[in-house]
């Protein structure tokens, strides 16, 4: 599945999942698409740029159904040099198009982790354009996100990188399941549109994600923050994630 890529170096060493990035582009009012689903571009090239280099330095990226069905994302390494990494799925009902980018063009590199209930005959039809399927636990109708981590770990993915969409994000998010966030913000406001993050069941401001090692830098137009998660311990104290 590829080398472990440098920036692992934050994963926990007992976590038997990747360590896993979640990298969101977004306008200054939280938005990463409008009312009707538009979100090219919403950052400028160079913070375009930035993903296509952490997606070369990451064995993996993750990406939801709905990201498929609306972008039709490659998912691969074009404006920098490095590899491609492989592409993930989170398909519970098996729904990507059999035309896709992603079944296209080395579908051998693509993974769907899908439900136990789907029609067999769609599983083989995916697995005949060479793509590999892998079946998940469903939990409440979705896809139970940490065994398809660990499923993932098992694979031999040591890193990934989460780009969406904000359902996925949001679950990832609310179940703890991340290191590293990194943001894009584009000087731009639109209102109405889509959220970067949805309820993640938040009441108190304690229970709020903060994290360490952060940084703000200018790309371009936009600005990038980064920082790993602070862990809480059972004393309530936080732990770092490295």
Known sequence: MGEIAASTDFATATSAR??????????LDGRIATLTGQSQWITCEPARALAHELRATHDAVLVGIGTVLYDNPRLTVRMVDG???????????LRIPLDSHLLADRPDRTICVVGPDVDPARVEAVRALGALVIVGTVCEGR???????????ELGIRSLMVEGGSGIITSLLRARLIDRLVVCIAP???GAGLDAIGDLGIRELSQ????RNTSIRQLGSDIV?????????????????G
């Open 83 to 93: 590899p491609d990494p492989l592409r993930v799925v989170a398909d519970t009902h």
């Open 188 to 190: 731009k406001v639109i």
């Open 18 to 27: 990747p360590s896993v990035t979640i990298k969101i582009a977004q306008t």
């Open 208 to 211: 709020a994600l903060t994290f």
């Open 225 to 241: 923050f980064e920082g790993l998660v602070e862990r809480p311990t059972p004393n309530g104290d936080a732990r770092h994630a």
């Open 143 to 153: 896809l139970d996100l940490a065994a398809m981590l660990q499923q993932l770990y």
